[in-house]
C-alpha cells in the first residue's frame, strides 16, 4: 500500500492557484493520500469551491520564526536526534553562505519543524515550486531520509540562480513541469535529462464547459454597447498591464470599447493611476479577485481577452497562464504575446494572436483588428477551444504523476 505524501506549498489555498487545486482534488480521487504542507496563512478573503471539496488536512509551518519560537525551538531539540540532521544542516549551511538572507535561516526553520511534525506514516515529501518550497522539502527530507520530488512552473524557475537549481535537480527523484520551454531549460541543468519530465496542467474541462449562448456580434461602433475586452492575472510586472494600458491609449477615439480586469496584485494602485492619467478611468473596470465561478461568467460575457506577458526585470516571467486555457475553454478569441511558453497554445493567426512583448503599438493593432472584426474572433475563438480541448485537458497529466508517485 502506497504511504501518504506531503506536499509543500508555498500558501493554501489562493485564488490564483487553481492549477494546484486541480492536481489536488486529481490526486485524491487517485486515490492518493494527501497531507498538505503550507509555507504561508492564506491571505485571500475568498475561496473557490473546489478547495472545498480537497479533503486532505493541511498544517501551517511557522511563517516566521519569531512568531512561533517555542515551536521552533523544539523542532530544533528534537531535529537534532534525527539520522539526516548533520547532513541537512552541512547542506544549508552551504546554501547559506551563497544566499546569506533572512529567507535561507526561515526556509531552514520551517524545514526543522516540517521534520519533527510529519507522522511517520509519511513516505515521500513533494514540493510545488522549485525555490522556497523546494529547499524546505529537501532540507526535511535530508533530515528524514526521506525521497522528494519538485513540480516547477515559473518564477522558481526564472529567478532562482542556477546553481540552486543544478543542486536540487541533483538531489530530487524526478522534477516535472509544465511547459516546452521550461523542459528544455532545465534538461541543459539536471545530471540527467530524464530526471525532468514534462507534465501539462491542463484544464478540467467538467469545470469550464462551453457556453451554449453565442457572443453578439460587436463591432465597437456602438457606444451604447462597447466591446468588452477581459483580462485575468495578477497585477506583477510579468503580465505586462502597463503596456496593455498603453496600448488601449492608442486605439482610435472612435472606437467603442471597455476594459475589465480581474484580479489583486502588488501594482493595482500605480495601474489605476496610470489608467486616470491616460484618460482611460471611464473604460477601465477593476473588479479585483474573484471566484471561479464568477471567472467564468466574465470569461462568457466578454468579447476577447488580452494578456500582455513580459519578462520582467528579475527574470520573472509566465509559463503557460492557466488563465489563456481557461478563455479559451469559452470560445474567447485570446491575444497575447510571444512569451516563454505562450505560443504552446496560440498559434498566431491560428488560435489567437500573438505580439512581441514590451510593444504597445503592436499590441494596439491587434486589438484594433479583434474589436472591429467579430467574425475573425469567433473564428479564433472556436479554433482555440477545439485546439485546448483536444490537447490540453487535465486527465493526461494527472494520470502521469499519479504514476510517478507509484513508481517513485
Known amino acids: 500500500m502506497q504511504r ?3 506536499i509543500v506549498l508555498k500558501g493554501y489555498p489562493r485564488l490564483s492557484e487553481t492549477f ?5 482534488l486529481g490526486l485524491e480521487k487517485r486515490g492518493l493520500d494527501l497531507r498538505l504542507i503550507s509555507l504561508r496563512h492564506p491571505t485571500d478573503t475568498r475561496r473557490h469551491p473546489i478547495h472545498s471539496e480537497i479533503r486532505s488536512p493541511v498544517t501551517y509551518l511557522p511563517e516566521y520564526l519569531h512568531q512561533e519560537p517555542g515551536r521552533v525551538l523544539g523542532a530544533w531539540l528534537a531535529a537534532r536526534r534525527l539520522p539526516g540532521y548533520v547532513a541537512a544542516l552541512r547542506l544549508w549551511l552551504k546554501d547559506l553562505r551563497r544566499d546569506p538572507t533572512p529567507n535561507r535561516i526561515r526556509r531552514f526553520g520551517q524545514a526543522l519543524v516540517l521534520a519533527r511534525e510529519l507522522g511517520p506514516e509519511v513516505g515521500w515529501i513533494y514540493a510545488h515550486f522549485l525555490h522556497t518550497p523546494a529547499s524546505v522539502a529537501r532540507y526535511a527530507a ?4 526521506l525521497a522528494w520530488s519538485c513540480s516547477a512552473h515559473a518564477k522558481d524557475i526564472w529567478t532562482l540562480p542556477d546553481w540552486e537549481k543544478r543542486e536540487k535537480l541533483a538531489d530530487c527523484r524526478w522534477l516535472v513541469t509544465c511547459t516546452s520551454a521550461n523542459l528544455d531549460h532545465l534538461r541543459t541543468l539536471a545530471p ?3 530526471r525532468v519530465e514534462l507534465v501539462r496542467h491542463g484544464l478540467d474541462f467538467d469545470r469550464f464547459p462551453l457556453p451554449n449562448a453565442t457572443r453578439p456580434a460587436r463591432d465597437g461602433r456602438d457606444r451604447s454597447d462597447p466591446v468588452t475586452v477581459l483580462s485575468v492575472g495578477r497585477a506583477v510586472e510579468k503580465k505586462g498591464y502597463s503596456v496593455l494600458l498603453t496600448a488601449l491609449s492608442l486605439l482610435p477615439k472612435d472606437l467603442h470599447w471597455r476594459f475589465v480586469h480581474i484580479g489583486g496584485g502588488t501594482l ?9 492619467e491616460m484618460g482611460l478611468a471611464s ?3 477593476w473588479m479585483g479577485a474573484r471566484s471561479q465561478e464568477d471567472v467564468i461568467r466574465h470569461y462568457r460575457e466578454a468579447d476577447l481577452f488580452a494578456l500582455a506577458s513580459r519578462v520582467a526585470e528579475d527574470g520573472d516571467r509566465d509559463g503557460l497562464p492557466n488563465v489563456l486555457m481557461e478563455a479559451q475553454s469559452q470560445g474567447l478569441a ?6 516563454s511558453a505562450i505560443p504552446e497554445i496560440i498559434e498566431d493567426g491560428e488560435t489567437g494572436l500573438l505580439v512581441p512583448p514590451d510593444n504597445p503599438r503592436p499590441l494596439a493593432k491587434g486589438l484594433e483588428t479583434l474589436i472591429t472584426a467579430p467574425e475573425l474572433r ?3 475563438g472556436a479554433a482555440g477551444a477545439q485546439r485546448l480541448r483536444a490537447d490540453f485537458g487535465c486527465e493526461p497529466g494527472l494520470d502521469r504523476l499519479a504514476a510517478k508517485f507509484d513508481t517513485g
Open 20 to 24: 494546484i487545486a486541480q492536481e489536488l
Open 192 to 194: 540527467e535529462p530524464s
Open 283 to 285: 473604460r477601465v473596470v
Open 4 to 6: 501518504p505524501i506531503a
Open 142 to 145: 535530508r533530515m528524514r531520509g
Open 378 to 380: 469567433f473564428r479564433l
Open 334 to 339: 485570446c491575444i497575447s504575446t510571444r512569451v
Open 268 to 276: 493595482m494602485d500605480a495601474l489605476k493611476r496610470m489608467a486616470a
